[in-house]
């Protein structure tokens, strides 16, 4: 079966089987968008409004963000796939909570077992945690989760998928914090970095 025929499967089984509270409140479901053979993997937090009209992450203005900085260093939807923690939008925008993460995530791991990137990028906390949960350590916890650790790149498996970890800040953390628009920038010149060791 093929890695798009994998993720169609994935797609079909959340509809069936994940009938929480979100699905409820939210529009479409938000699957992934981009290229099933690509050789890295975006992962970002939650749908926002026009993501939950649209029913495809990151289209509203952290997604053009996104856009921008994949653009900055050549990269397009065809070199990427792009999914998010919670498949459904949380009511106006709030953080995802545990038991929502804990709800949502199988999906992800399918997605990423069906992907099988190269490389992850976690955009935020949320996926940072997520991702790299068995990796942080109350220390890092302490001096701020993806403050600490942005930039640096950190090797993974997952039932035996090896892949590099690179967090990264949130794209739409640039649109009240600008000041991080040159830390963001510059990171991004690291995943041409780590794409080449590949
Ligand atoms: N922010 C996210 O984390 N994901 C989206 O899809 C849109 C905004």
Do not use: C, W
Not at 9 to 20: A, G
Not at 25 to 30: E, G, H, R, Y
Not at 33 to 51: H, S, V
Not at 167 to 186: D, M, V
Request: positive net charge; hydrophobic residues 40%.
């Amino acid at each position: 079966m093929s890695k798009a025929e994998l993720l169609e499967q994935i797609r079909k089984k959340i509809l069936v089987e994940l009938n929480d509270h979100l699905r409820e409140s939210a529009q479409n479901l938000v699957f992934g968008k981009g290229n099933p053979n690509a050789r890295i993997m975006f992962i970002g937090e939650a749908p926002g409004e026009q993501e939950d009209v649209q029913g495809v992450p990151f289209v509203g203005r952290a997604g053009r963000e996104l856009d921008k900085l994949m653009r900055s260093i050549g990269l397009t939807l065809d070199d990427a796939y792009v999914a998010n923690i919670l498949k459904y939008r949380p009511p106006n925008n709030r953080d995802p909570t545990n038991d929502e993460i804990k709800a949502h995530t199988p999906y992800l791991v399918d997605q990423i077992k069906a992907i099988q990137p190269k490389v992850v990028i976690t955009l935020g906390n949320f996926s940072t945690k997520f991702v790299l949960a068995d990796f942080i350590t109350d220390r890092m916890k302490t001096i701020g989760g993806i403050s600490f650790l942005h930039g640096k790149s950190v090797q993974k498996s997952i039932n035996g998928l090896q892949f590099k970890v690179y967090p990264l800040y949130h794209p739409a953390a640039i649109l009240y914090k600008p000041g991080l628009r040159q830390e963001l920038e510059k990171d991004f010149l690291g995943i041409k970095l780590l794409l080449d060791q590949q």
